[in-house]
């Protein structure tokens, strides 16, 4: 939870309008390296959000021993029981002049023992990377990835049930003002402009597997550019992304756009 700092009049203005509206809860869904990180950024600079990073990570290495990166800080960290996560994440009551609770789900933590019905009180979305992105990135950490580690069927499956606005990452760094502004509006909340940047360094917030995976967004002050991948995606692994393919597809259909109108520099405005 952030520390609550003497109000301005502007801020106390703001805590007001934000006590007056209903609380919404966002599940968040990306496997990994999709820039979910930086989105997480994105939300938690406003005034209005807090946010949770991975809830489920250490109930997904406990169940499954696999070896990542911090494995056993991680499961020192948080709850390993995925009901008490989720019915935390679900029901914590919200600090003062928030109205808004963010979580960044990865999708590969959603083990098939995890009840659906707990996801329920949710409001879902989805943000996504095109596969052989998102490997070329992944692969320099985890040499070895598999289907079950990039999560896209299980994102496929939650999609399936629970709808929700979806977001490719590439539209995100494209146009990150005209794609915010859509997302906030799909999922029924305002739009902040101060989700456009936000300071550089590490946050409280961050889990405590961030100095393994976070270093370029701890760096970051806003939305880099995209750019295309700097060379070929290893042969040893175009397999595995056309098996991710037919899921990315599916999802990318829903995808949605950019609001308002291109601007001189490329964004756009309202």
């Given at each position: 939870?952030?520390?609550?700092?003497?109000?301005?009049?502007?801020?106390?203005?703001?805590?007001?309008?934000?006590?007056?509206?209903?609380?919404?809860?966002?599940?968040?869904?990306?496997?990994?390296?999709?820039?979910?990180?930086?989105?997480?950024?994105?939300?938690?600079?406003?005034?209005?959000?807090?946010?949770?990073?991975?809830?489920?990570?250490?109930?997904?290495?406990?169940?499954?021993?696999?070896?990542?990166?911090?494995?056993?800080?991680?499961?020192a960290s948080q709850p390993t029981?995925?009901?008490?996560?989720?019915?935390?994440?679900?029901?914590?009551?919200?600090?003062?002049?928030?109205?808004?609770?963010?979580?960044?789900?990865?999708?590969?933590?959603?083990?098939?023992?995890?009840?659906?019905?707990?996801?329920?009180?949710?409001?879902?979305?989805h943000l996504i990377r095109d596969?052989?992105?998102?490997?070329?990135?992944?692969?320099?950490?985890?040499?070895?990835?598999?289907?079950?580690?990039?999560?896209l069927a299980a994102q496929a499956?939650?999609?399936?049930?629970?709808?929700?606005?979806?977001?490719?990452?590439?539209?995100?760094?494209?146009?990150?003002?005209?794609?915010?502004?859509?997302?906030?509006?799909?999922?029924?909340?305002?739009?902040?402009?101060?989700?456009?940047?936000?300071?550089?360094?590490?946050?409280?917030?961050?889990?405590?597997?961030?100095?393994?995976?976070?270093?370029?967004?701890?760096?970051?002050?806003?939305?880099?550019?995209?750019?295309?991948?700097?060379?070929?995606?290893?042969?040893?692994?175009?397999?595995?992304?056309?098996?991710?393919?037919?899921?990315?597809?599916?999802?990318?259909?829903?995808?949605?756009?950019?609001?308002?109108?291109?601007?001189?520099?490329?964004?756009?405005?309202?």
């Amino acid at each position: 939870m952030r520390g609550m700092a003497p109000l301005s009049a502007g801020r106390s203005a703001r805590v007001g309008q934000a006590a007056a509206r209903p609380l919404t809860r966002i599940a968040m869904w990306s496997g990994p390296r999709t820039v979910s990180t930086a989105l997480m950024r994105a939300w938690e600079n406003r005034q209005d959000t807090v946010v949770a990073d991975e809830p489920l990570y250490a109930f997904y290495l406990a169940r499954t021993g696999i070896g990542h990166p911090g494995r056993e800080a991680v499961i020192a960290s948080q709850p390993t029981d995925w009901r008490t996560a989720l019915a935390r994440l679900a029901g914590a009551p919200l600090p003062q002049g928030v109205a808004i609770s963010y979580a960044k789900m990865m999708t590969h933590h959603l083990l098939p023992e995890v009840d659906r019905v707990a996801l329920a009180p949710f409001r879902h979305a989805h943000l996504i990377r095109d596969p052989h992105e998102l490997l070329a990135s992944y692969a320099r950490i985890r040499t070895a990835p598999t289907l079950a580690d990039l999560g896209l069927a299980a994102q496929a499956e939650i999609f399936e049930a629970f709808g929700g606005p979806v977001v490719e990452s590439r539209d995100l760094l494209a146009c990150p003002h005209g794609v915010l502004r859509a997302l906030c509006r799909a999922l029924g909340v305002p739009f902040d402009r101060a989700m456009l940047s936000w300071p550089a360094g590490p946050r409280d917030s961050d889990g405590v597997w961030a100095p393994y995976w976070y270093d370029s967004v701890r760096a970051s002050t806003g939305f880099a550019r995209w750019r295309p991948p700097a060379g070929p995606l290893p042969a040893r692994l175009e397999p595995l992304a056309e098996r991710c393919m037919p899921y990315f597809e599916r999802l990318r259909r829903y995808r949605i756009s950019a609001e308002g109108e291109p601007d001189a520099a490329g964004l756009r405005r309202a």
